[in-house]
C-alpha cells in the first residue's frame, strides 16, 4: 500500500511567519486531504484538493498538488501560536476508474511549533 | 460536515479483557471506518465499517481481534479483544457522505485513547 511521506517531521517558527510542509505519495488518488491534531487528540479536517486541482485556498492555508511529482504541500501564512499541532496529509487512492476508494492512508506528520 | 462522537474518551484496561468503543455520527453517512494511531505514530486504517455485513479488514487486522459492528447507517462499535499493552493507543471512527458538500471529504470523531495495563 502507498504511504505518505510528509517533511519536515518537525518545524519550529516565530508568529507571523510562514509554515510550509510537504507530502510525498506514491500511488494514483483521487484526492488528498490534510489534516490538523492537537496533543493527540481528534482529527481536524483542513482541505480536500482533488487530483484534477492544482491549487485551492482557506482562509490562511494554501494547498498545492502536483501528481505529475506525486506531491502536495501545505501552506499557513501569518502563524499564531493556536497553529501549534500536528498536521497530517491523507491520500484517498483511486480504483482503475479513477473513482475514490474512501479509505485514507497517511503520511508520518509535521509536528509545527509556533513561538508567540 | 457531521458531528461525530465516540465513548468512552479515554480507559485504562487491564491485559486480556475487552473494551468497545462506541461511534455515533449526527446524521445517515455512506461509509465508516476506524483507524488506530499508535503512540506518536500516525493513523492506520483498521476496517471499513459496512452497513448490515461483515466489515472489511485491511492487511495485518482481524475480526477476531477487532470486531466491528455497524447496525445501521450512523452508528458503529470497534471491540478490541483480549487485549495486550500493544494494543495502546488512539482508536478513532470516521465517516463520509455522499448528502455532505464535499464527498470524499471525511471526517473524524475525538478519538478513544486506550491503555492497557
Known amino acids: 500500500s502507498q504511504q505518505g511521506e510528509e517533511d519536515p517531521q518537525a518545524l519550529s517558527i516565530q508568529e507571523g511567519e510562514n509554515a510550509t510542509m510537504n507530502c510525498s505519495y506514491k500511488?494514483?488518488?483521487?484526492?488528498l486531504q490534510w489534516y490538523r491534531q492537537n496533543s493527540g487528540r481528534g482529527l481536524v479536517h483542513l482541505i480536500l484538493?482533488?487530483?484534477?486541482?492544482r491549487e485551492k485556498h482557506s482562509g490562511r492555508l494554501r494547498v498545492t498538488l502536483d501528481t505529475s511529482k506525486k506531491s502536495s504541500s501545505l501552506l499557513i501564512t501569518a502563524s499564531r501560536a493556536a497553529d501549534t499541532a500536528s498536521y497530517f496529509c491523507?491520500?484517498?487512492?483511486?480504483?482503475?476508474?479513477?473513482?475514490?476508494?474512501?479509505?485514507?492512508?497517511f503520511g508520518q506528520g509535521t509536528i509545527l511549533t509556533v513561538h508567540p | 460536515s457531521a458531528v461525530i462522537s465516540q465513548k468512552p474518551s479515554r480507559d485504562i484496561c487491564q491485559r486480556g479483557t475487552s473494551l468497545t468503543i462506541q461511534c455515533q455520527v449526527d446524521?445517515?453517512?455512506?461509509?465508516m471506518f476506524w483507524y488506530r494511531q499508535q503512540p506518536g505514530q500516525s493513523l492506520t486504517l483498521i476496517a471499513t465499517?459496512?452497513?448490515?455485513?461483515?466489515?472489511?479488514?485491511e492487511s495485518g487486522f482481524v475480526i477476531d481481534k477487532f470486531p466491528i459492528s455497524r447496525p445501521n447507517l450512523t452508528f458503529s462499535t470497534l471491540t478490541v479483544s483480549n487485549m495486550s499493552p500493544e494494543d495502546s493507543s488512539i482508536y478513532l471512527c470516521?465517516?463520509?457522505?455522499?448528502?455532505?458538500?464535499?464527498?470524499?471529504?471525511?471526517?473524524f470523531g475525538p478519538g478513544t485513547r486506550l491503555t492497557v495495563l
Open positions: 446524521s445517515q453517512v455512506t461509509m
Open positions: 491523507a491520500t484517498d487512492a483511486a480504483n482503475a476508474g479513477g473513482t475514490s476508494y474512501g479509505k485514507l492512508t
Open positions: 500511488t494514483s488518488i483521487n484526492n
Open positions: 470516521s465517516a463520509l457522505s455522499n448528502r455532505w458538500q464535499y464527498f470524499n471529504e471525511q471526517f
Open positions: 484538493i482533488r487530483s484534477n486541482e
Open positions: 465499517a459496512n452497513q448490515g455485513s461483515e466489515a472489511t479488514y
